[in-house]
Every structure is written in structure tokens, then in C-alpha cells.
């Protein structure tokens, strides 16, 4: 019965957790433990770092980004951040790239990836599971499995221990948190090709490139992070 459980787990995608040990290391100490409470085998943990804010240069900032230029057709910025984005906010956006660069290297076909604040619910395994069966067979680029500041999808359950169900995100703009991000492969090379230079925060910037690639995004309700 364990063998049998653990085989199932096993079947999840590899999370890649954007966390520096270094920098964050109450953060990191107290995701170890979670994980390892919800259930995750640690073989399925990749800690991802790439360089900290503080250590950014000039150089390596204006090399990756660049406020003032317009791309894809789009002349307006989406955000205020966006014409002054600080060396944390470069920093995270870099992680991510590097967190896409691992997946891609590694020839998942899909993965999750985590930022240092996440937080799961008890029954994380059992509601991705849903999820993964839920997109099985269908069209989807990106499934949202946290909260985030913009809400929950129209038509939800109004309980979070309701029935696990994934809906077409609303609207355009559709990272409502960068949390926790449920990626499949081919959306990802496509981000990795055209991620830099970028001129946003992490969130609005992947609103851009969902919309530039014609992406299928999905929300997860009830949330299964926040």
C-alpha cells in the first residue's frame, strides 16, 4: 500500500522552488519542512538560485532589462513598477528564467514552479492529482494552483474543501499570483525565447507572454496554494 502510494506521487511533475538557501534560509528551512509534510518526496524538489539582487550590476541589469522599448506591438507599460522595476524584482524575474532553463534541460513535459513564500494545503497531492486529470485530454499551456490577489474564478464553489475543478481563466490578463505556476514544456520554450529583454514584474511580464503566444491558461478552485 506505502510502494503503491509513493508510486503515485512519483507520477507528479518535478517542482522547482525559487529559493535562495543563502539569502532566504528561514524561508528555505521552513519549505523543507512543509514539503516533506505535504507529502512530496524530496527527489521531486529542485531549489533554484541564480544571481541576488544585491549583486546585480549595471551592466547585467540594462542587458536583460529594458522599460522603454516597445515589444510585440505593445507601446504602453502594464504596470507602475515597470519603468523603475528594483534589482529584487530583476533578480526574481532571472530565477524564473533559470527555473525554465532547468525544466527545459531536464525534458519534462510539464512542471511546477514555486516562489520562497508558497504555502500548500494539507491535501496539495490529492487536488493536483485532480488537476493533472483534469487537463488530461484537453487544451492548456498554464493551470494557476494559488489564490493570488485577483480571486477566484467565476461559477466557483464558495468552500475551499469543494470538489477540485479547473476553468478557463477570465479575461486578459490571467496570473493572478506567481506562486505557484503549473507549466507544460511547449509553452515554456516559447517564453524562453522571448523572456528577454523584458520590462515587467514577473506577473504582468508572463501576461505578456501568454498573450504574445496565444496561450491556454487555467485557474485551479479551490486554490491549492497561497
Request: charged residues 25%.
Amino acid at each position: 500500500m506505502v510502494d503503491h502510494c509513493i508510486q503515485q506521487i512519483m507520477e507528479v511533475p518535478d517542482m522547482y522552488v525559487m529559493c535562495n538557501p543563502e539569502y532566504e534560509p528561514v524561508r528555505y528551512q521552513f519549505l523543507v519542512g512543509h514539503f516533506a509534510r505535504i507529502g512530496i518526496p524530496s527527489e521531486k524538489i529542485h531549489w533554484v538560485q541564480k544571481v541576488w539582487g544585491h549583486q546585480l550590476t549595471s551592466d547585467q541589469v540594462f542587458s536583460v532589462y529594458d522599460p522603454f522599448t516597445p515589444r510585440f506591438g505593445i507601446k504602453i507599460n502594464l504596470s507602475l513598477q515597470s519603468v523603475a522595476l528594483s534589482r529584487g524584482e530583476i533578480s526574481l524575474i532571472l530565477t524564473f528564467r533559470e527555473a525554465v532553463r532547468q525544466v527545459l534541460e531536464a525534458g519534462h513535459k510539464e512542471a511546477i514552479i514555486f516562489e520562497s513564500d508558497v504555502m500548500l494545503r494539507k491535501d496539495f497531492l490529492e487536488r493536483l492529482e485532480a488537476v493533472l486529470k483534469g487537463c488530461s485530454g484537453i487544451e492548456w499551456d498554464y493551470v494557476s494552483l494559488g489564490e493570488g490577489v485577483t480571486g477566484r474564478p467565476p461559477g466557483h464553489e464558495p468552500s475551499y474543501f469543494g470538489e477540485q475543478r479547473i476553468f478557463p481563466a477570465p479575461g486578459q490578463f490571467v496570473f493572478r499570483c506567481c506562486d505557484s505556476m503549473l507549466f507544460r514544456r511547449s509553452v515554456l520554450e516559447k517564453i524562453w525565447g522571448t523572456l528577454v529583454p523584458f520590462r515587467e514584474p514577473l506577473d504582468w511580464e508572463m501576461n505578456v507572454q501568454m498573450l504574445v503566444h496565444r496561450g491556454v491558461p487555467l485557474w485551479a478552485d479551490p486554490p491549492l496554494a497561497e
